[in-house]
């Protein structure tokens, strides 16, 4: 019989809307006990976990990546051009999802032209999005 295993220590969710944050942490709080969930509210935040610079220093780098559009200061496609720069090391780690309130068809096409984005969805959140989501990236079948 085989058990499935999952490579994933921590989930990171980058928005600026602390509701959504909030109810996104619950969804995965009751989806996935094990892992480690970290919601930042600004794109610059989630460069600076995923550096693990200041106050981010103890914590597990992110398998998973949610991140918003459609946010002050730096967008999510300013912190996606800022990911591509990141060592390969750790773009190796994470997989990125978009997750949005955008319809615009552009904004879809666009994410499908990067390499590192693995999928597009809109919010909110749900367990389903997130279990294929590991599923496709993070399991590993013991005998």
Known sequence: ????????????LIDDDE??????????????????????????????????????????????????????????WEFLDKYNELSVEIKNRSVVSILTTSANP??????????????FVNKPLTPEVFWNLVNENFSQNDA
């Open 1 to 12: 019989m085989n058990k499935k295993k999952y490579s994933l220590d921590c989930v990171l």
């Open 106 to 119: 552009d904004d879809r096409e666009r994410a499908a032209n990067i390499p590192n984005v693995k999928e």
């Open 19 to 76: 509701a959504t944050n909030f109810y996104h942490t619950i969804v995965l709080e009751e989806a996935c006990e094990w892992v480690k969930i970290r919601a930042v509210s600004s794109a610059k935040e989630g460069l600076d976990y995923l550096l693990q610079r200041g106050v981010y220093a103890n914590y597990p780098q992110p398998g998973v990546i949610f991140l918003d559009l459609n946010m002050p200061g730096m967008s999510g």
